[in-house]
């Protein structure tokens, strides 16, 4: 008796041993840093375990299972793989294993981050403990039952239990004590598993102007010159490849209807009550729609913005007179038109002859050299006439340099587009309307300064003036005065072919949702997440597809000039100077009058009185 208790021990010991030994060399080959578990409960076990783990670098935690353990907490990973390991070798009663599995898959500890070993003694016993309600496609498992000395694995998985999918069992390699672990799957899981055999899986989005008469797919797969449903459409096209690669089969549903004050949308309520699997509408990335979905793939960044032709200047400017030349060559002018009115003065001076020597005579010449005007002007001299030339050669370069400037700055001039501000727009007392989609009372939702000032100024339009299809609002923009809002993507097919490039070049935007990333979502709890972004990401779909469905922005040819009438706004500061040059002539003529016959009054009462004293 004594002698078979000493056998029973040792091979006890043995066995425990290769349970040690195998779980060492498993995590090894996986490449983990740290492995958590649940033992037998024997310390000498325990203890060479933490030793061998140790050795090979890796951290480990174990527990022998215990009704008051916190599952969750214990086997929680977030940012690296851990490895977990339970011996169902150990006297653990069906219950408390079948309360592992059911509280793993609860907290979804059967994804990329958790890499299962389970070690047991046959496995029709472990499959019927098994509960494979959370694997997927992504599921790391492996089963180890003995053979004599040996160990056989194997790789179990399910690629979606409740889409109606089959528990999967493949050999995976085998473990002895002489040639360690050998494994036969060498190809990666996801090549290997990538057929799902025409699953089911629930596929939804908004669509809002689907034809009664037609079907949904019908629908999604059409394009026509007026996009409608553009992004329903895009996110299908990019699902339907998705499809045809691992071999899909889709229940295809869609939404119609956005509350008005729901911020994260219908399709995550959708994945909110497990309505929808994956989403074939993008959607911009906020906190609240992370809290019910999960990022598949973003695109580029999308934006909406009111639409309008930039007006010609409504106010007058002074600074047209002067923005020909920088202000140093100003300064230059005055400096040059000084020491010229001093050489003239100067040069008649010195000519005896000469009449009218006054600095008045001298200005009158320089302004008329810069106005090009013709001037009497008789002199024998060499000196003056030099002077003179000199003047009238200084006068005309000016004034064709400045006339050559007024013509360049009035075409490279650029025009004074609005601000891109809701309070500009607003402000600016145009007349707005939208392209009717199913988000826009949710980004007048948005708790934005520039948002709220508009909303207000919105809710003032009659209803029936708010929305325009977009013909009918590209027609408006070519109507000074007006701001149609929609997806630039959407509006600029349009444009193109209605704008010429003066309207073009003329095009002003004002951003009511400035540009934000799109993505795909998925359900958080989605079975096919990760083969999905996998597919996007590896085949290229994405880059693809957005050549196909975005649109360039409508092409403005600067090199192009065109003729335009000056507006009353442009010259209304020469026609200022010139009412104030008559202002001031006529009040110089009126002084004048009254100074010459004040004088010739005076002068004819002098007369009169010498006149009365000779008598």
């Not at 091979?11 to 425990?16: A, D, G, K, T």
């Not at 024997?42 to 061998?52: H, R, S, T, V």
């Not at 100077?577 to 100074?595: A, K, R, T, Y």
Request: aromatic share 14%; net charge positive.
């Amino acid at each position: 008796m004594y002698l078979r208790n000493i056998f029973y021990l040792q091979l006890i010991v043995i066995s425990y041993a290769n349970n040690i030994d195998i779980i060492r060399d498993y995590f090894v080959s996986k490449n983990v840093t740290r492995v958590a578990g649940f033992s037998c409960g024997i310390p000498e076990g325990d203890y060479q375990l933490f030793k061998l783990l140790s050795d090979a670098g890796i951290g480990v935690a174990i527990s022998q299972f215990k009704s008051t353990l916190n599952i969750s907490q214990f086997l929680h990973t977030r940012y690296c793989n851990l490895g977990i390991f339970l011996n169902l070798q150990c006297s653990i009663a069906d219950k408390d294993v079948v309360k592992i599995f059911y509280e793993t898959s609860t907290h979804q500890m059967f994804d990329h981050l958790h890499q299962w070993l389970i070690l047991g003694k046959s496995m029709n016993h472990i499959v019927k403990l098994l509960n494979d309600s959370a694997f997927s496609i992504i599921t790391d498992v492996a089963i180890a039952v003995p053979r004599n000395d040996d160990y056989i694995l194997y790789d179990v998985y399910n690629h979606c239990k409740a889409c109606g999918g089959l528990l999967k069992i493949i050999k995976l390699g085998s473990w002895s004590r002489d040639n360690g672990l050998h494994i036969i799957l060498q190809i990666d899981k996801f090549t290997r598993r990538w057929n799902y055999h025409r699953m089911r899986i629930k596929l939804s989005g908004i669509v809002t102007v689907k034809p009664v008469n037609q079907s949904l797919v019908e629908y999604l797969h059409e394009r026509n010159d007026i996009y409608t449903d553009h992004w329903a459409k895009f996110g299908f096209a990019i699902m339907e490849r998705i499809k045809d690669i691992f071999n899909f089969t889709y229940e295809i549903t869609y939404l119609s209807h956005w509350e008005e004050n729901d911020t994260s949308g219908p399709l995550h309520n959708a994945f909110k009550n497990n309505i929808a699997d994956l989403g074939y509408f993008p959607l911009s990335i906020t906190m609240n729609r992370l809290d019910n979905g999960n990022v598949l793939v973003q695109f580029s960044p999308t934006r909406t913005c009111f639409m309008l032709l930039t007006m010609p200047a409504s106010k007058m400017d002074m600074n047209v007179l002067f923005r020909p030349f920088e202000k140093n060559v100003w300064y230059m002018i005055i400096l040059l038109t000084v020491i010229i009115l001093l050489v003239l003065w100067v040069a008649f001076k010195l000519e005896k002859h000469v009449a009218n020597t006054d600095y008045d005579t001298t200005g009158l010449i320089i302004v008329g050299a810069f106005c090009q005007q013709g001037l009497p002007f008789e002199n024998n001299q060499f000196s003056s006439r030099v002077v003179f030339l000199q003047t009238m050669i200084f006068g005309l370069l000016v004034y064709n340099y400045y006339s050559a400037a007024i013509v360049s700055s009035r075409l490279y001039a650029p025009l004074e587009r609005m601000n891109d501000s809701l309070f500009s727009l607003v402000k600016s007392k145009m007349k707005v309307a939208s392209h009717k989609s199913i988000y826009f009372n949710a980004l007048l939702g948005t708790p934005t300064k520039e948002v709220k000032f508009f909303k207000k100024y919105w809710e003032t339009i009659p209803e029936e003036e708010r929305f325009y299809s977009i013909p009918e609002g590209v027609k408006k923009i070519t109507e000074f005065g007006f701001a149609y809002h929609a997806e630039p993507y959407l509006v600029y097919p349009v444009i193109e072919r209605v704008f010429d490039n003066k309207m073009i070049c003329q095009l002003s935007e004002v951003h009511l949702l400035r540009p934000t990333a799109l993505a795909l979502w998925s359900s958080p709890k989605s079975k096919f997440h990760e083969i999905t972004k996998i597919g996007i990401y590896t085949s290229g779909i994405r880059q693809r597809e957005l050549k196909r469905w975005t649109t360039r922005q409508p092409y403005c040819d600067k090199d192009k000039y065109y003729v335009s009438s000056v507006t009353i706004y442009e010259t209304t500061p020469i026609i200022l100077i010139l009412l104030v040059g008559i202002i001031l002539s006529v009040i110089i003529c009126f002084v004048e009058n009254i100074i010459f016959r004040t004088i010739r009054k005076k002068q004819g009462q002098i007369i009169e009185t010498n006149n009365t004293n000779k008598k």
